[in-house]
């Protein structure tokens, strides 16, 4: 047994059953194994950030990790930027990268590049093997290591040499270390931290999960404390029957006027509230001065061990939640498309299960008031900021919950860092209904150029934020790469569509010209 199918062999034996990948010359012992060993799918990606954002989206929604396969250092670099966002996320991540055999190292070949000075900023375990020996024990290890905590990146490195050479072995991944519980102390500090209006309890991580949001809830009840998540979460289950939990505002101005009233945070799965940018003239901590910070329990942390903690020492055990979200489905929008227009088209479409990958920057921070009262869902953030994550991300999601349909909603900047995102959709038939939000400009950096103190902008500077010379078609390009398209400048015909995407099979793109 050569190195490469070894690493297959020990990734499935460990529960990895999905590669998400775009091979080069250095891995094609690793496409070989995947061709004759059972048990892995493989999803192929035009582009090395479709693979690590798709990596990233599989395991919020399957939370176990899959596997990337990059090659060499310049695919490692291409799919950096999601790697970033996946960091923080939490996500666990198997990313193989393969490298040059030791012999050809030494040349110095073209491809050649430091792939752990790479690999290192974005990853939390970075191994590479050195031998065919080394290679299934290392599988394992990585399968561990991006399993640890809430989720972590584990970058492998394999060299072609040892993936063409015989003599490996087939290991198993070993137990996950526990997950750190709440100390004794750190739980009466919290408790004592919590009653009245003026504390809050700031959620993150699995804390925004159904049942924990449920616990965060008798706890708000019980205190009288303010329940918060952070700006950009990984996962949060939301909609009708559920506990109701606002996010803190993107925009600084009316962060630190949300957070202002408050004397005590307890932190439960978040950090301390800072602002996205600095800015001329304004605080990077979003906290009123003064305020106490409380942290029960960061990310890694048993996040329900901690709720449930808290709940016996607030005695709230027996207490009804609050904040639990009435059903609240608005008609169908007619007239001309607007901010409040789109929000009410998505939440009166939205389907009972559905997956919802946010990518929408500017047009979508008023989605939220919108679709809190909707069919129960699930909505994902980008947590790490670089855009071009959602339809990558989407990818994740549909792979994992094939039975469960998936809402990708991106503005045009955002969607043209990833757009080859849509031929995987096609080829693998994802029930993916993509939105795109046509401003045809990068309206948040229009946004920011005020915020960093920039008054009356150039022509000039204007026109680097602009996307209309020429005018994106979308309805061409996803037609191009396999994806029924449409596109709509009406509201009606928003929620028409974004419906007819849902009901179809495969994927479905809307571009709403806004």
Known sequence: MNGAESLVRSLIASGVDTCFTNPGTSEM???????????????????????????????????????????????LANGLANLHNAKKAASGIVNIVGEHAETHRELDAPLMSDIPGLARPMSAWVHTSESAADVGEAGALSVQAA??????????????????????????????????LPEADKVAE?????????????????????ENLERAGRIAAKTGCHLLSEWSN??????????????IPYPIDLALKRLEPYRRIVLLGARA?????????KPAVLTAEGTEIVELANVDADLTAALDALVAATDAAGIEPAHVAAREVPPVPSGPITHESMAQAIAATLPEGAIVVDESVTTGRGFASWTKGAEPHTWLNNLGGSIGYGMPVAIGCAVACPDRPVLALTGDGSAMYTVQSLWT??????????????????QILRGELTNVGVQNP??????????????????QLARGMGVEAVRVEEAGDMAKAIDTGL??????????VC
């Open 29 to 75: 012992h690793f496409v070989a194994a995947l061709d004759h060993v059972p048990g892995m799918r493989s999803v192929l990606c035009l582009f090395e950030g479709v693979a690590t954002g798709a990596a990233d989206g599989y395991w919020r929604m399957a939370r176990k990790p899959s596997c990337t396969l990059l090659h060499l250092g310049p695919g």
């Open 273 to 281: 509230p800072i602002g996205f940018f600095a800015y001329p003239g």
């Open 425 to 442: 959709m096609a080829r693998e038939e994802l029930n993916v209904t993509v939105v795109i939000f046509a401003n045809r400009s990068y």
């Open 458 to 475: 150039g022509p000039r500077a204007v026109d680097m934020l602009s996307l209309d010379r020429p005018v994106i078609d979308w309805v």
């Open 503 to 512: 009901d179809h099979k495969g994927p479905y793109l809307v571009e709403v």
């Open 234 to 247: 990984a996962r949060m289950e939301r909609g009708a029957g559920r506990v109701v939990v606002d996010r």
């Open 190 to 210: 919290a408790a004592a931290a919590l009653g009245g209006a003026d504390t809050l309890l700031l959620l993150g991580g699995e804390a925004l999960s159904v």
């Open 147 to 180: 399993s640890t905590g809430a989720g972590k990146v584990a970058t492998l490195i394999l060299p072609s040499d040892t993936a063409w050479t015989d003599g490996a072995s087939v290991h198993e991944a070993g137990p996950v270390p526990a997950r750190a």
